[in-house]
């Protein structure tokens, strides 16, 4: 990774069995090898990995996903000039829960994606894990 020892990209264990909280890396910047080789290397040893206070467009969301592989179109919709994003909206006025009748990574497909990435714009103060 291209930076100083001050700014090395960190990760911080959330459980003792999965996920992890990566701190010192902005998504919405250009990722070279290294950086994108040590983020699939805790990705593979902690299963679920966050990055928070992101600012990202949803072309910078698409481009760091196409760092996994190839984009997948959700069976349920996606965005009309973006099919591969799936927006999900609630609020304290929702009459369900979003995804009780699918998931966003499509584990029931035949060959599922090899995961999803999810970019919370609005967090309650309280919950809003998925």
């Not at 699939?40 to 969301?61: G, M």
């Not at 190839?70 to 995804?99: C, N």
Request: aromatic content about 8%.
């Amino acid at each position: 990774m291209k930076q100083t020892s001050q700014n090395q990209p960190r990760v911080y264990p959330l459980t003792p069995a999965i996920g992890a909280e990566i701190v010192g890396i902005a998504l919405s910047k250009e990722l070279d090898k290294e950086t994108l080789r040590w983020i699939r290397k805790a990705l593979l040893k902690y299963l679920v990995i966050f990055f928070r206070n992101q600012d990202l467009t949803i072309e910078q969301h698409m481009d760091f996903g196409r760092h996994f592989g190839e984009l997948h179109v959700h069976p349920a919709a996606g965005l009309k000039d973006h099919p591969e994003v799936f927006a999900v909206h609630a609020d304290e006025h929702s009459t369900h829960v979003a995804g009780e009748g699918w998931h966003s990574d499509v584990s029931c497909d035949e060959e599922p994606p090899m995961g999803s990435i999810l970019y919370m714009r609005t967090a309650p103060k309280i919950g809003g894990d998925t």
